[in-house]
């Protein structure tokens, strides 16, 4: 639990000389309807949000869970290079025990995996809760607050990224040894 208070991140898969190699923010969807799965992003502030307005242009500031994630993920490109930073929120595509029941043996294929620095700016600085809509036949994901269509990736695109980023800490290991 310390770790999603600080981080942001329900799953992080650490590897010797690196601090976090992927970290992982599940959401179960909100609801279902037809071939459309809903899921709600920062929608839990943890300090400092409040409905007091101090002008137009200037919205309290507040630290949820999606700043959290866009914090680790700056602070991974800073320490390590990482870009993107492999912080994804992680979103199956199962609404019900009927569904997981059926989808079981292939839960990995159908969970979509969004990294975090994909999402708008104004996701991070409104305060607002915001919805994502996945379509389940075709990929496309929507962020709702704003209407951005955003990427989405599957587990294998999201190995060969992880596979790329132990290799090139491999290649300036060696640099280094040199």
Same mark, same amino acid.
């Given at each position: ?10 799953? $992080?898969?650490?590897? &010797? @000389? %690196? ?7 599940? +959401? ?5 309807? %037809? ?11 943890? =300090?400092? #949000? ?11 500031? #507040?630290?949820? @869970? ?24 992680? !979103? ?7 569904? !997981?029941?059926?989808?079981?043996? /292939?839960?990995?294929? =159908?969970?979509? %995996?969004?990294?975090? $620095?994909?999402? &708008?700016?104004?996701? %991070?600085?409104? #305060? ?6 996945? /379509?389940? =036949?075709?990929? +496309? ?6 209407? $951005? ?12 990224? !992880? =596979? *790329?980023? !132990? ?5 300036? *290991? +060696?640099? *280094?040894?040199?």
């Amino acid at each position: 639990m310390r770790q999603e208070a600080t981080t942001g991140l329900d799953v $992080t898969i650490n590897v &010797p @000389q %690196f601090r976090i190699i992927l970290g992982l923010q599940f +959401k179960a969807p909100r609801s279902k309807k %037809f071939i459309l799965y809903y899921f709600r992003i920062a929608d839990k502030a943890r =300090r400092g #949000c409040s409905s007091l307005t101090y002008s137009d242009k200037i919205r309290p500031k #507040c630290l949820n @869970q999606h700043i959290a994630m866009l914090i680790s993920a700056i602070a991974l490109k800073i320490a390590y290079g990482y870009d993107p930073p492999p912080i994804f929120y992680a !979103l199956p595509l199962i609404y019900d025990a009927q569904e !997981l029941e059926t989808n079981a043996t /292939n839960l990995l294929n =159908r969970t979509k %995996f969004i990294n975090i $620095t994909a999402f &708008p700016p104004m996701t %991070f600085i409104d #305060c607002q809760t915001h919805e994502i809509t996945i /379509n389940e =036949r075709t990929g +496309k994901t929507l962020v709702h607050s704003t209407s $951005t269509e955003i990427k989405t990736i599957n587990a294998k695109e999201l190995i060969e990224i !992880l =596979r *790329k980023l !132990l290799e090139e800490h491999e290649t300036i *290991k +060696k640099q *280094k040894q040199s």
